[in-house]
């Protein structure tokens, strides 16, 4: 059975052959996840992006699936750990995955901020449009 070593959480896994690294990271107690990405994901299905992996070496894991070349292109080294099936002995760096985290955190946060102004000012909006119709709301 292929071995998964996680370099920067410093875990091992066995899994048999054809196990999808998210898989493997689970069963490691290993997040591919950053940050709020933790719950917002895809919950496998290769569509958001979030749990971008390196692995090495790339002849140990298959191919790019359709989502990873759509999303990084032919000549990538950033792989999607949903859509990785492992295939021998494989290093994986899960930085890339927790830095995306880091930044949609900073994203939800911003959204948080901006979402009540932005509220309020399209309320605004609306109210000077009925004022200016002729129609007022109050
Ligand atoms: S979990 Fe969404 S792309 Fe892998």
Known sequence: MP????????????VPAGTTLRQAARQAGVSVYGGVNK???????????????????????????????????????????????????????TAPALEYGQVMTENFKFMGLAAPFAILTLGAVIYMVFEMIGKPLF
């Not at 390196?54 to 894991?61: I, R």
């Open 3 to 14: 071995t998964v070593f996680f370099e920067a959480e410093n875990k091992k896994v066995e």
């Open 39 to 93: 719950l917002a994901n895809c919950r496998g299905f290769g569509l958001c992006g979030t749990d971008k992996v390196v692995v090495k070496p790339a002849e140990s894991a298959s191919g790019l699936s359709f989502f990873e070349k759509f999303q990084f292109g032919e000549k990538t080294k950033e792989r999607l750990a949903c859509q990785v099936k492992i295939q021998g002995d494989l290093t994986v760096n």
